[in-house]
């Protein structure tokens, strides 16, 4: 009788069952935490042993940070019901601008010192944060989202064909003109001086540029993805993104475009360790940037919330709210300490909480626990870094564009009919969102403090969506409308 008291959120399942599910819940999603390290990393012209080590960190923080949020630590943090916790993709635009600004440890340094900055103001925000759900109704969350996917979308295109500026940008300067400029500077006195900066531009196509063989790759792993997708069935299907991943590994392993030495020489177990890339610089600009996004992050977390209380039939208090958001704020901060990003609930696991219809948190949990082994394990995450670009391209087309599409998803329960000014609202704000896509030299001309707050298109299209949402729509929000569309929001 005892156990008919206990709520299906609390039920303590077996441990072979727990850790068959938590096992599920990390697979389903591993292709999307694994990403965020790997595009900052990479923008950051990080070494591969670096990149390899974000990783690890980034998995060890998802399971400690899922472990506070579902298992709950004290009065103050979690909301104790099944939440896996992953890097919010939202803060990679803000990041990548960042890195490219500076690059190397002294960026790693600035961007963690804004992640903690967000962090300690998330938790300070959070009581307020759970209660304006209203401002941010489906025309929002819709048109934010939406401007996601098609921001990332830039980041997969460029892992299939090569970066549009370095090493594999699309012109290189011509060899014989770079052999005659040397000739020329080889005569030193017999010539004038070379001006300053002086620099030739490209003109010839770059052989390294859109390989045949890596596209190919990248459509493998593309049309396996889609296969899998439309024939298989289940959990199967729910992990098709990571089995299309493998796919493309082995083709890229039997084309010789995949080395393991990294893998060999990586150790079995190595601690994640805080600051690792000496310690955080904190910019207030960069600090508010982040926290912009946070803000952002945190209405897409409450209604996550929201909608798992709807699925889990257990009502949710802002009390509760409050608890959770503070753990991403808390999780924000732990993420800043030992070198990874922003933290947020993932939705495809909030997802896979209505397809298998489990409730218990400490499946959750046992997801966690499973995550900080994997953190613990350098040979994983050397693997995942030593993956060719052309691999994760053709996931991320699907990874990132599933984003894009969930936005259009819910903006397609918008009401234009009888309330044409929505149409201004996302029109409006996907334009704003394009700016820095098409015309990222747009603000050469305005100060450099503000910089970082106008080159992410995210901020500027959830800024411009939420006061076009206030001046047409006023604050009159509805709620349930928001966590109606928070459920369908289950691809990023």
């Known amino acids: 009788m005892a156990s008919e008291k206990i709520h299906p959120v609390d039920e303590r399942l077996p441990t072979g069952k727990l850790a068959a599910l938590g096992l599920q819940h990390v697979l389903v999603m591993y292709a999307g935490a694994i990403a965020v390290p790997l595009i900052v990393g990479r923008a950051l012209k990080l070494s591969p042993e670096q990149v390899a080590y974000l990783i690890s960190a980034d998995l060890f923080c998802c399971g400690i940070v899922t472990l506070i949020q579902s298992l709950g630590a004290t009065q103050w943090f979690g909301i104790r019901m099944p939440v896996m916790m992953g890097v919010s993709f939202a803060s990679v635009a803000p990041m990548v601008a960042m890195a490219n600004t500076t690059s190397g440890a002294e960026g790693a340094q600035?961007?963690?010192?804004?992640?903690?900055?967000?962090?300690?103001?998330?938790?300070?925000?959070?009581?307020?944060?759970?209660?304006?759900?209203?401002?941010?109704?489906?025309?929002?969350?819709?048109?934010?989202?939406?401007?996601?996917?098609?921001?990332?979308?830039?980041?997969?295109?460029?892992?299939?064909?090569?970066?549009?500026?370095?090493?594999?940008?699309?012109?290189?300067?011509?060899?014989?003109?770079?052999?005659?400029?040397?000739?020329?500077?080889?005569?030193?006195?017999?010539?004038?001086?070379?001006?300053?900066?002086?620099?030739?531009?490209?003109?010839?196509?770059?052989?390294?540029?859109?390989?045949?063989?890596?596209?190919?790759?990248?459509?493998?792993?593309?049309?396996?993805?889609?296969?899998?997708?439309?024939?298989?069935?289940?959990?199967?299907?729910?992990?098709?993104?990571?089995?299309?991943?493998?796919?493309?590994?082995?083709v890229a392993s039997v084309m010789g475009m995949m080395n393991f030495d990294k893998v060999a020489s990586a150790s079995w177990f190595g601690l994640v360790l805080p600051f690792q890339f000496g310690l955080p610089v904190f910019d207030p600009i960069l600090i508010l940037t982040m926290t912009l996004v946070m803000v952002v992050v945190m209405i897409e977390s409450t209604g996550?919330?929201?909608?798992?209380?709807?699925?889990?039939?257990?009502?949710?208090?802002?009390?509760?709210?409050?608890?959770?958001?503070?753990?991403d704020g808390l999780g924000t901060m732990i993420g800043g300490i030992f070198n990874t990003f922003p933290y947020t609930s993932f939705s495809q696991n909030v997802g896979l909480v209505g397809v298998t219809g489990v409730k218990s948190r400490f499946v959750c949990v046992a997801g966690g626990l499973i995550l900080i082994v994997l953190g613990l394990a350098p040979k994983m995450a050397a693997l995942i870094e030593s993956l060719p670009t052309v691999v994760l391209g053709g996931a991320g087309l699907v990874m990132f564009g599933m984003v894009a599409a969930t936005g259009v998803r819910i903006l397609g329960g918008v009401d234009y009919k009888s309330n044409r000014n929505n149409l201004f609202i996302v029109a409006v704000s996907i334009g704003f969102g394009m700016i820095p896509l098409i015309a990222p030299n747009f603000k050469q001309w305005m100060p450099h403090t503000i910089h970082p707050l106008i080159e992410s298109g995210i901020l500027l299209a959830s800024i411009s969506a939420v006061m076009l949402n206030f001046f047409f729509n006023g604050s009159e929000g509805d709620s349930q409308a928001a966590i109606e569309a928070a459920k369908q929001a289950d691809a990023h």
Request: cysteine-free.
């Open 304 to 327: 996550m919330f929201l909608a798992l209380g709807d699925m889990t039939e257990r009502k949710v208090s802002a009390q509760d709210l409050t608890r959770g958001l503070r753990a």
């Open 110 to 250: 600035l961007i963690f010192g804004a992640i903690i900055g967000a962090g300690i103001l998330s938790m300070l925000l959070a009581p307020v944060m759970s209660r304006m759900l209203r401002f941010f109704p489906p025309v929002v969350t819709g048109t934010i989202i939406a401007v996601i996917g098609i921001s990332l979308m830039r980041i997969g295109i460029n892992w299939i064909f090569g970066n549009p500026f370095g090493p594999t940008a699309p012109s290189i300067v011509n060899p014989d003109h770079a052999k005659w400029m040397a000739d020329v500077a080889a005569l030193g006195n017999a010539v004038p001086p070379m001006p300053k900066g002086m620099a030739i531009v490209g003109s010839v196509p770059n052989p390294k540029y859109a390989p045949m063989g890596g596209i190919g790759i990248a459509a493998v792993v593309l049309v396996s993805i889609l296969l899998i997708a439309k024939y298989a069935k289940g959990f199967i299907s729910n992990i098709s993104v990571l089995l299309g991943i493998l796919v493309g590994g082995v």
